[in-house]
T-cell receptor
Framework: AQSVTQPDIHITVSEGASLELRCNYS??????LFWYVQSPGQGLQLLLK??????LVQGIKGFEAEFKRSQSSFNLRKPSVHWSDAAEYFC????????????FGTGTRLQVTL | EPEVTQTPSHQVTQMGQEVILRCVPI?????FYWYRQILGQKVEFLVS????????KSEIFDDQFSVERPDGSNFTLKIRSTKLEDSAMYFC??????????FGPGTRLLVL
């Protein structure tokens, strides 16, 4: 069965520190992969996406993610976290070539300390 | 920048009542979706809709649920007889192609 796993439920980092949020996927073929961010009481905002090609993708707000087929991973990174980055981050996957559902991970809640 | 909009932002209803959640997808998008997120849990797929028919639905999407695109702009989710366990945030999403889905801000439904 298709699945997306986010091993870390909660992460705390200091402002200015680097960040890496983990995401692993299990799909029959390479899926489309996405990172969304959800601020408290808000909807889901797309940060970045991977379809094919360059395995390092850049997104909004200074985020990037790297697709690693060998590790079935799509980790999200940011070199220097800002207090406004505190939110919940969701990794999601979808089958290629179809208007298919997204399968979401359980999310990682990021707390930023000043 | 075009956005998906949803109304209402919050809805409180009594168990057994019907609710209709409304969404206005991005205007040139062709694929439409509903997801829900029960408090503290992950986002779950409910249904996808294309060319005026359901493309795929999850086990959650039983006979109590229905979707409709009544005109060229709206996309609705109806729950015929709400249950306590229907309390959740409901997200509408749309996509132009079979790729990136853009989400609305959600409707928080509380069933009492």
């Amino acid at each position: 069965a298709q699945s997306v796993t986010q091993p870390d439920i909660h992460i705390t980092v200091s402002e200015g520190a680097s960040l890496e949020l983990r995401c692993n996927y299990s799909y029959g073929a390479t899926p489309y992969l996405f990172w969304y961010v959800q601020s408290p009481g808000q909807g889901l905002q797309l940060l970045l996406k991977y379809f094919s090609g360059d395995t390092l993708v850049q997104g909004i707000k200074g985020f990037e993610a790297e697709f690693k087929r060998s590790q079935s991973s799509f980790n999200l990174r940011k070199p220097s976290v800002h207090w406004s980055d505190a939110a919940e981050y969701f990794c999601a996957g979808g089958n290629t070539g179809t208007a298919s559902k997204l399968t979401f991970g359980t999310g990682t809640r990021l707390q930023v300390t000043l | 920048e075009p956005e998906v909009t949803q109304t209402p932002s919050h809805q409180v209803t009594q168990m057994g009542q019907e609710v209709i959640l409304r969404c206005v997808p991005i205007s040139n998008h062709l694929y439409f979706y509903w997801y829900r997120q029960i408090l503290g849990q992950k986002v779950e797929f409910l249904v996808s809709f294309y060319n005026n028919e359901i493309s795929e639905k999850s086990e959650i999407f039983d006979d109590q649920f229905s979707v409709e695109r009544p005109d060229g702009s709206n996309f609705t989710l109806k729950i015929r007889s709400t249950k306590l366990e229907d309390s959740a945030m409901y997200f509408c999403a749309s996509s132009k192609s079979q790729e990136t889905q853009y989400f609305g801000p959600g409707t928080r439904l509380l069933v009492l």
